[in-house]
């Protein structure tokens, strides 16, 4: 069984982790459920990692909290859904790779509830879209935005840390980061695309798509 949390509010980010690593090790040990985690945050940045120092150009906008998951800096805050994933990938597989392969697959399948194609990116970690609508790249090519970010922990094969998703944060926050070390592209929102989603739509279409993805979901 996956149990769904759902917290309202925003959720300070060093209780988020304490719990998290609480959980991961419950379901380690067999004492608790896998569980799924949705929650917003205040605004704020973290550094996986990959992190580079350079890559973080206003230090002073929001605070930064060095985390032990995959990847470089991201941005957290109020409009973007926060997904932290504690599943058991060792019964799951043991395959770390498939098992991101799968996280990918599930933002994706949840976009498309929406008509939005989130596409993958060799060399560029998480769930882009086209935009044709903007100018061309500076290599010629059709623009592209990043919807959501991927970055995960294992500890004794149970993930944690997860998934974000923007909904309609400030886009502007963005700016104190290099999102992910890229510089050529820019972000999104399902708002910013002209959806007038809501936070509870997203979760019904998260929680529809993760059991089309994951043959256990709940």
Sequence with gaps: MVEWIISDGLTDYDTACRAMEERAA???EGRADEAIWLLEHPPLYTAGTSA???DLVDPDRFPVYPTKRGGQYTYHGPGQRVVY?????GQRGHDVRRFVQQLEEWVIAT???????GEIREGRVGVWVARP????TASGAVAEDKIAAIGIRL???VSFHGISIN?????GHFGGIVPCGITEHGVTSLVDLGLPVT????????????TQVFQNGA
């Design 199 to 210: 936070m509870a739509d997203l979760d019904v279409a998260l929680r529809r798509a993760f």
């Design 52 to 54: 580079k120092p350079q």
């Design 167 to 171: 909904v309609d944060p400030d886009l």
């Design 111 to 117: 976009l498309a509830e929406f008509n939005v194609t």
């Design 133 to 136: 609508d903007k100018p061309l």
């Design 155 to 157: 500890r004794k094969w």
């Design 85 to 89: 994933v504690m599943l058991n990938v």
């Design 26 to 28: 419950a379901i380690a």
